[in-house]
C-alpha cells in the first residue's frame, strides 16, 4: 500500500526517471529509514542511481556515532554506498552562535548538496511525509503566509524531492514493523523546533479531536491544491509581465494603467515578479510590502517614494512607478528627481543642477518664435505648479506633430540624443505630466491655439548668459 502510494506520487510529478542519480538524506528515524528501503525496492523498476548520505551533527557524544554506525550498517545489508560527514555543530555555534536546529540545518544541507554535486548534479531525497506537510502548512498559517506559503513543501524543488509526502507517519511506522527496521528514534526527533513539536503534539491532535478527524489530510490537500493555484497565478504573471513591466539601462517601469487593468491576484504576483527580478530574492518581502507599492501604484502621487527591505526604492512616476537603483541615484544626483523644482511663473527659477534657468513669462498673445529654446503654452489649459525634472524610467509624452504617445526614451533614441545626455535634459512638467522635452520638442497638449487667452512663454537660460 505504501510502496503504491510512494510510486503514485513519483509518476504523478516524475520526481524520479532512468539514469537520475539520488542522494538519499538519511538520519536514521523512521522516516528515513523507510525512505531509504523504498526507494532501494523502486530502484530496479525506475533505473536511477542511489547513495545514502548521513550528517553526524556531533551533537550527542558517543551516540550520535552510532548512529552513523547504524546508517553505515544498514545500508551494507542492504548493499547500498553511503556517505558519512561528522560536522562539528557544537563548535559552529560557540564560534558563530545561533540556534543549534538552523546550524546543524544549514550545515547538514550544505553537505548534501555537495555529496550531490560530486555525483554531477543527483537529486537529494529526503523523507518528508503528509504529517510534516500538515505541520508545515499550519505553522505557515499560523505565521501569517500567503498562497506561497500554503503550499507547505513542494514533492519536488530545489533540487530536493520528497516522495514519502503523501504518506502518514503511522504508515511508515506500520512499514518499518512489518519490514523489521528498527530506527534510531532519538535522531527523529534532534530537529524539531519549540512550534513544530507544540503544532504536532498538542495543537493538530486538538484539531483531530475535537474539530475534525481528518485535518491532517485536508491540510496536505489544501497544500497541493494551493501549489497548483500558486504555479497557475505565477504562469499568469510572467504571461502578462511585459505588458506591465519594461527594464532598459537598469530601470525597471511599472504601467500603473497596464497593471490596473489586471486582477487583484494578478497586480500583486506582477509585482512579486518585478521585485524577485530586480532584487534576485522575495526574502523579506511581506504581503504588506507589496500592498503599499500596489496602493502607489495605483493611487500614490507623483514623486512619493518607497523603499523594500535591502534597499530598493520605487518612485511614483506619471505613468506608475520606476526602480531607482543605485546607478540611478547616481544618474539623479547630477538631475533632479520628482516631483521636481517649481517654476516661479512669472519669473525666472534657477537650476543650478542644470547649470541654467527658466525665465517664465506670461502674455495675451502669442509672441513671435524665438527658437529652440523657448517654446510657448496655452496657460490656462495647463495644471499648475509647473516644475523642472529630469527623466525618470516610464517617462512618456505626446511630442506635438506625432499621432500618440511614446516613450521618452524612445523619444531619446529617434532625436539622437547621445545616452550621456539624456539625464540632463529638462523636462517642463505640469500635474498632468511633461509638456516639454525642453531644447528639443514640445508636447501636443498645452499649445496654444486661436482660442488661447492667456500665453505662458518658457525660454531656458544656459548657465554661460547667467554668469556673463
Ligand atoms: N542527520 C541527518 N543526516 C542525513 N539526513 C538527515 C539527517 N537529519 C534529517 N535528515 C533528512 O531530513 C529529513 C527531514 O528531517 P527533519 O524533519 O528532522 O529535518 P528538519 O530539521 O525539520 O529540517 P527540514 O525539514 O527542513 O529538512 C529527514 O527525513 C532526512 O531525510
Not at 526507494?39 to 550528517?55: E, I, K, N, S, T
Not at 501569517?144 to 503523501?166: T, V
Request: a neutral charge; glycine letters at 8%.
Amino acid at each position: 500500500m505504501i510502496l503504491e502510494k510512494v510510486k503514485a506520487l513519483v509518476e504523478r510529478r516524475r520526481l524520479l526517471t532512468a539514469g537520475d542519480r539520488v542522494v538519499v538524506a538519511c538520519s536514521g528515524g523512521p522516516d528515513s529509514l523507510a525512505l531509504v528501503h523504498l526507494l532501494h525496492r523502486l530502484q530496479p523498476a525506475y533505473g536511477f542511481d542511489m547513495v545514502v548520505a548521513h550528517v553526524d551533527h556531533m551533537l550527542r557524544g558517543a551516540e550520535s556515532a552510532r548512529e552513523a554506525e547504524f546508517v553505515r550498517a544498514f545500508c551494507r545489508r542492504l548493499g547500498l554506498d553511503c556517505q558519512v560527514a561528522a560536522i562539528d555543530v557544537p563548535g559552529v555555534l560557540a564560534e558563530r552562535g545561533g540556534s543549534t536546529q538552523e546550524v546543524a540545518r544549514t550545515l547538514r544541507y550544505a553537505f548534501l548538496r555537495r555529496v550531490a554535486d560530486s555525483l554531477g548534479g543527483a537529486k537529494i531525497a529526503t523523507g518528508h511525509h503528509r504529517d510534516d506537510q500538515a505541520e508545515t502548512v499550519l505553522i505557515n498559517f499560523l505565521r501569517g503566509a500567503g498562497p506561497g506559503g500554503l503550499r507547505g513543501m513542494q514533492p519536488a524543488a530545489g533540487g530536493i524531492i520528497r516522495p514519502l509526502l503523501s504518506v502518514t507517519r503511522q504508515e511508515i511506522e506500520d512499514y518499518c514493523a512489518a519490514e523489521g527496521l528498527t530506527p534510531c528514534l532519538d535522531s527523529s526527533n534532534l530537529h524539531t523546533d519549540y512550534l513544530r513539536n507544540r503544532v504536532r503534539l498538542e495543537l493538530l491532535p486538538l484539531l483531530a479531536r475535537e474539530y475534525n478527524p481528518a485535518i491532517g489530510e485536508n491540510l496536505a490537500r489544501l497544500a497541493e491544491i494551493m501549489a497548483d493555484q500558486y504555479d497557475f497565478l505565477k504562469q499568469c504573471a510572467a504571461d502578462v509581465y511585459t505588458r506591465v513591466a519594461d527594464e532598459t539601462e537598469g530601470r525597471l517601469a511599472l504601467d500603473s494603467a497596464a497593471l490596473a487593468a489586471l486582477p487583484t491576484a494578478l497586480r500583486r504576483e506582477v509585482l512579486r515578479l518585478a521585485i524577485e527580478k530586480k532584487r534576485g530574492s522575495l526574502t523579506g518581502i511581506s504581503f504588506w510590502h507589496v500592498e503599499k507599492l500596489l496602493e502607489m501604484a495605483l493611487d500614490g502621487k507623483v514623486g512619493s517614494l518607497f523603499t523594500l527591505p535591502g534597499g530598493l526604492s520605487f518612485v511614483r512616476t506619471y505613468d506608475g512607478l520606476a526602480t531607482v537603483d543605485r546607478a540611478g541615484s547616481a544618474r539623479a544626483a547630477v538631475g533632479i528627481a520628482p516631483p521636481g523644482r517649481a517654476l516661479v511663473v512669472p519669473g525666472v527659477t534657477e537650476v543650478p543642477e542644470l547649470n541654467l534657468a527658466v525665465a517664465a513669462a506670461l502674455h495675451d498673445e502669442i509672441p513671435a518664435a524665438t527658437g529652440r529654446l523657448t517654446a510657448v503654452f496655452d496657460w490656462q489649459a495647463l495644471s499648475p505648479p509647473l516644475v523642472v525634472r529630469t527623466r525618470v524610467a516610464g517617462d512618456r509624452f505626446w511630442p506635438a506633430g506625432m499621432q500618440g504617445s511614446k516613450k521618452l526614451k524612445e523619444f531619446f533614441i529617434d532625436a539622437k540624443v547621445p545616452r550621456s545626455e539624456r539625464d540632463r535634459v529638462p523636462l517642463i512638467c505640469d500635474q498632468d505630466g511633461i509638456l516639454w522635452v525642453a531644447g528639443y520638442r514640445q508636447s501636443a497638449r498645452g499649445r496654444p491655439d486661436s482660442a488661447t487667452r492667456r500665453v505662458l512663454e518658457l525660454t531656458l537660460i544656459r548657465q554661460e548668459e547667467i554668469t556673463c
